[in-house]
């Protein structure tokens, strides 16, 4: 059974960093990529990034493009996102996701979800 487990969120004040991780757990045959989604409440959930596992390119919302980084170590099968320069608008739930497709950025396509990890951002 595949699971994933993000960890790293907290609450912190405008301009600084988190780094966030998921690591997965249990077999998965078809693995296209990781994506990170967040949800502010009393909104839908939205993409923030994905990276591709095997080549390892990445793709970006426009609002965190510059600010955040997404990476995965294949070996530890987890994926990190390096937040800085966060804003309260980075508020919300993180979720990561594992897809076999390619529309990255619609979260209906995702086989698999975290449980999620808490950001705040004061300003």
């Known amino acids: 059974q595949v699971q994933l487990v993000e960890s790293g969120g907290g609450s912190v004040q405008a301009g600084s960093s988190l780094r966030l991780s998921c690591v997965r757990s249990?077999?998965?045959?078809?693995?296209?990529?990781m994506a990170w989604f967040r949800q502010a409440p009393g909104k839908e959930r939205e993409f923030v990034a994905a990276?591709?596992?095997?080549?390892?390119?990445?793709f970006y919302d426009g609002s965190v493009k510059g600010r955040f980084t997404i990476s995965r170590d294949s070996a530890k099968k987890t994926s990190y996102l390096q937040m800085t320069s966060l804003k309260p608008d980075d508020t919300g739930i993180y979720y990561c996701?594992?897809?076999?497709?390619?529309?990255?950025?619609?979260?209906?396509?995702?086989?698999?979800w975290g449980r999620g990890t808490q950001v705040t951002v004061s300003s």
């Open positions: 990276v591709k596992w095997n080549s390892g390119e990445t």
């Open positions: 996701g594992i897809t076999n497709e390619d529309r990255l950025i619609d979260q209906r396509i995702y086989d698999y």
């Open positions: 249990g077999r998965i045959f078809n693995n296209n990529a």
